[in-house]
């Protein structure tokens, strides 16, 4: 069983910028896409960044384009989330997410069967 863990979240300033992580066990992380979502509180959980399995497809919900840059190392079981002029609105818990299928590339939330626990991102005005 897959497991994920992510962080890097903390409190900033509007502008400020953070990154994410998300550390994957087992040995076939190379195989899935993986994607970041984020729930405020009271709001459903939404997509923000997804990426294909060998990182050659990238999609990012409109809000986010041109703030945020999803990338991952395979040879590190790794997903980031380089986020920069953050915004208030952009307050969350963020999670990592695992693809249900192996070299597919979907970016809806049925799309996703494993999930981290979460990080935290309070972005002050």
């Known amino acids: 069983q897959v497991q994920l863990v992510e962080s890097g979240g903390g409190l900033v300033q509007a502008g400020g910028s953070l990154r994410l992580s998300c550390q994957a066990s087992g040995r076939t992380f190379s195989w899935y896409a993986m994607g970041w979502f984020r729930q405020a509180p009271g709001k459903e959980r939404e997509f923000v960044a997804v990426m294909s399995y060998n990182g050659g497809w990238t999609y990012y919900r409109d809000s986010v384009k041109g703030r945020f840059t999803i990338s991952r190392d395979n040879a590190k079981n790794t997903l980031y989330l380089q986020m920069n002029n953050l915004e208030p609105e952009d307050t969350a818990a963020y999670y990592c997410?695992?693809?249900?299928?192996?070299?597919?590339?979907?970016?809806?939330?049925?799309?996703?069967?494993?999930w981290g626990q979460g990080t935290q991102v309070t972005v002050s005005s």
């Open positions: 997410a695992k693809d249900s299928n192996p070299w597919s590339s979907g970016y809806r939330y049925e799309d996703f069967g494993t």
